[in-house]
């Protein structure tokens, strides 16, 4: 069983930057990558980045050239990289790992809240 544990969110002024982490423990069976939702207040679940096993990213149209996914440690911790914040990044962010067919695993969640 694998556990995902987010941190790095808070509150930030609009154009600022937020790091988020998530740290993964335990056994993955056939992951494919890791990635990151989020789910802002009266919306749906959204992908905001994945990064595949061998490396490749996935962006939403909304954060590419703002946010960046990558990984260290072995590829046990993901990081999302976020720059030139906007209040409509606010939202509940959620680390997540793939399977063949999609997420299999959860974070917690962690709060971005974007101010104007």
């Known amino acids: 069983q694998v556990q995902l544990v987010e941190s790095g969110g808070g509150l930030v002024q609009a154009g600022g930057s937020l790091r988020l982490s998530c740290a993964a423990s335990?056994?993955?069976?056939?992951?494919?990558?890791m990635g990151w939702y989020r789910q802002a207040p009266g919306k749906q679940r959204e992908l905001v980045a994945r990064?595949?096993?061998?490396?490749?990213?996935n962006y939403a149209d909304s954060v590419k050239g703002r946010f960046t996914i990558s990984r260290d440690n072995g590829e046990n911790t993901v990081y999302l990289q976020m720059n030139s914040l906007k209040p409509e990044d606010t939202a509940v962010y959620y680390c997540?790992?793939?399977?063949?067919?999609?997420?299999?695993?959860w974070g917690q969640g962690i709060q971005v809240t974007v101010s104007s």
């Open positions: 997540a790992v793939f399977g063949g067919l999609g997420p299999v695993g």
């Open positions: 335990g056994s993955i069976f056939r992951i494919s990558g």
């Open positions: 990064i595949i096993s061998g490396g490749g990213t």
